[in-house]
């Protein structure tokens, strides 16, 4: 990584949500991840971001855990949802129309 390149917002957002996964994890308090993620906003190089957490340990890759399977879970959930209240309506709309 070349540290002196500009970071993007798509890297702030990265940083922000590796330090409030730290903090979940009890090693941040509160005001710590705070002032962190105040830094995050006014860093303008990756080399700056890395600093941010340069004394935290790696976080595991979440596609290797599976996390974003919940996320791909809820949303089938979501879809079954809309077919069921899609057919419903169809039903109940046949329903008044046949009587």
Do not use: I, Q
């Not at 002032?35 to 890395?50: I, K, P």
């Not at 855990?65 to 169809?90: I, Q």
């Amino acid at each position: 990584m070349d540290v002196e390149l500009r970071a993007s917002d798509d890297d702030r957002h990265r940083v922000v949500a590796d330090l409030h996964r730290h903090t979940t994890a009890g090693r941040l308090t509160l005001d710590e991840f705070s002032e962190r993620v105040g830094a995050v906003w006014t860093a303008r190089t990756l080399g700056d971001l890395a600093a941010l957490t340069r004394d935290l340990p790696a976080l595991p890759d979440d596609r290797a855990t599976g996390a974003t399977d919940v996320g791909h879970g809820r949303r089938e959930l979501l879809v079954l949802f809309a077919v069921a209240a899609l057919t419903l309506l169809l039903l109940g709309g046949f329903l008044a129309v046949t009587r």
